[in-house]
């Protein structure tokens, strides 16, 4: 099974999909700090360029990408789902 996500570092809440994700699609997603894989199953489709939840986020919680905060989650998201502007909104305009 070849790598369909990349994740930028260790302390990240989501993956970036380089390939199209299937909904229900069981997918290899790579480390990019150290090359270490993990698996994720997917909940809906996920378009290429788009991110995947590696864990539960509650609704408030802040998202972390690249090891930083990219912003919040805007409702409770399940390991698995499409992490978007649906779900996710930037902490840089309040």
Do not use: C, Q
């Not at 390991?79 to 996710?88: A, F, K, S």
């Amino acid at each position: 099974m070849s790598a369909k996500a990349l994740i930028h570092a260790h302390p990240d809440f989501v993956a970036v999909a380089t390939d199209d994700i299937a909904r229900n699609e069981e997918i290899v997603a790579v480390y990019m700090d150290d090359g270490k894989e993990t698996k994720v199953k997917s909940r809906e489709e996920i378009p290429l360029g788009h991110k995947i939840a590696l864990r539960n986020i509650p609704a408030g919680e802040k998202v972390i990408e690249y090891d930083e905060v990219i912003g919040a989650a805007t409702k409770d998201i399940a390991t698995g789902d499409h992490v978007h502007t649906h779900n996710l909104k930037s902490l840089r305009w309040k």
